[in-house]
Each structure stands twice: as structure tokens, then as C-alpha cells.
């Protein structure tokens, strides 16, 4: 509710900022015969909401209020074709924000730095980075692990094609355009996600029935829903969950 009243406050004021502009704007012109630049009007409309928002909202909207005008004007401006090619775009990098609501952010490279360690204690001789990005992490990991092999998927095209070049002098390093809910996984002993939590237990029971006997999910910032981790390692920002495979009989609990 709070949230509604700051959002209906700031459009008022945004409002009578435009107006109180544009009354300005043709004072001005009556006295000297000469109209003000339109970006000049906007600039205007901008400090006025902004100070009549001054004590009214928190303070994260005064630069909101005061570049508003400003973005509206240049909107006004834009060939309509520019806000299709946006469109595009976003459409070919978040692919999977609409389809599996699993937008694109990317992990950092404390993420690779941690992931190095867990190659080199657990002895993985294959990683699949299921929902790759734009495959920095295993291009980064490929260069250094040069006899490990990894495997990124993807769907979304713009970042398929930006993984793809990434890995292409690295013949250890494969990135496939496939959903990752569609391929095997037993070739691998390792699956690295950052996805969401909603397809986390689905995850976690597909490496259970795929993955060898020494394989592990490692999620990032995600855990699993009433599943217990085997370690947490700190990565950054977030934590990197890891879910050893179960011998056979706890698994058959899990999988049910
Ligand atoms: C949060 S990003 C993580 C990117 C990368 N793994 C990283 O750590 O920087 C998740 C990615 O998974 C991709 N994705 C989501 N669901 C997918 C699916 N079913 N198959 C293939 N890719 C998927 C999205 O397009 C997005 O690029």
C-alpha cells in the first residue's frame, strides 16, 4: 500500500513538475518572442519534481524525479524501430527468463575461484555448467584445467553464440544449444547451476538418477527444498551449495 501512495505521489508530482515547466516555457516565449529548447523544458520539469518530491518520498526518487522529464523527451526523439531493436535484444539474451524463469545474471569470479579448488580436491574430470550464460565460467576453468573437459548449456541465442566464441580456441570446453532438462548428464561428475529456486529439487533429482556415484551438484546462491547439503562454501556474494550423489538407498527417498 505504502508502495502504491510513493508510486501515485511521484506521478503527481512528476505531473505538476511538467506543467509548472511548460507554464514557464510560455511566460518565457510571450516575453521574449523566442520559445526555450524542448531538452531545456524537460531539464526544468526535472528540478521542479525533484524538489517538490524533496520531502514527500525517499530519497532514491529525487534522481528518478529529476531525469524522468528528461528520458521522456529523448523517447519522444527515438525512431520507434530503436525500442523494437531493445526489444530484440533483451528478447535474445532473457530467452529464459520467459521460459523457465530463469533471467541472466552472472556469477563472479570468486565463483571460478572456489570452483577451481573443488576440480582440484574432488578430482572432477567433467563439469557441465547447465545454464552457461555467456560462458565465462567455463572458459575460465577450461583455460586452466586444460585436461578437464566442460560443457555449458544454453538457450538463450545471443548468449549462446557469445559462449560459443569464447570457448572457441579450447577444445576441452563445449557449448551446446540445448535445454539442459532435455540431455544426459551421466558423461559428467559435476553439474554447476545458478539458476532460481524453482527447478532446484527437479535438478537435484536429476543428478541423483544420472550422475556416477562420485558426482555432485554444486549450486550457486540456490539450495535445495528439504534436502540437506553435504558442504557450503562461501563464493562472493553468494554461497556455493554442494549436493554429493547419496548411496543408493537415501536416494530412493529423496526420489520419491
Ligand atoms: C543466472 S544465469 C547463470 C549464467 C552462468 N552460469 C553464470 O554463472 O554466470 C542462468 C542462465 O541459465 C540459462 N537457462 C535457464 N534455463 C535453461 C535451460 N532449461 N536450458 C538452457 N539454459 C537455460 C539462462 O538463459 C541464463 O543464461
Known sequence: MR??????????????????????ARAWTQ???????AWLIAVLAGVLAMVMGWRLLPTWWRGVLLVAPLVMWGGL????????????????????????????YRSGPAVIGVLDGEIRQRRIRHLADVGC????????LA???????????????LLFVIARWRCRDLPNCRVRFRDFWGESWNDKDAIFAFLSPEPMLRLWRKCQRELPSEGGLYSLAFEVPGVEFGAVIPAGR??????????????????E
Open 31 to 37: 516575453w521574449q518572442h523566442q520559445m526555450p529548447p
Open 77 to 104: 526523439q527515438i525512431h520507434p524501430g530503436w525500442f523494437l531493436a531493445a526489444a530484440v535484444l533483451l528478447l535474445l539474451v532473457q530467452f529464459n527468463a520467459i521460459r523457465h524463469r530463469v533471467p541472466l
Open 238 to 255: 553468494f554461497d556455493l551449495y554442494f549436493y554429493p550423489r547419496l548411496p543408493r538407498q537415501k536416494r530412493a527417498r529423496g526420489l
Open 133 to 140: 550464460g555467456d560462458g565465462h565460467v567455463i572458459a575460465a
Open 3 to 24: 508502495r502504491h501512495l510513493a508510486l501515485l505521489t511521484a506521478f503527481a508530482v512528476l505531473a505538476l513538475g511538467i506543467v509548472a515547466s511548460l507554464l514557464i
Open 143 to 157: 583455460r586452466r584445467f586444460p585436461e578437464v573437459q566442460f560443457t555449458g548449456f544454453e538457450t538463450a541465442p
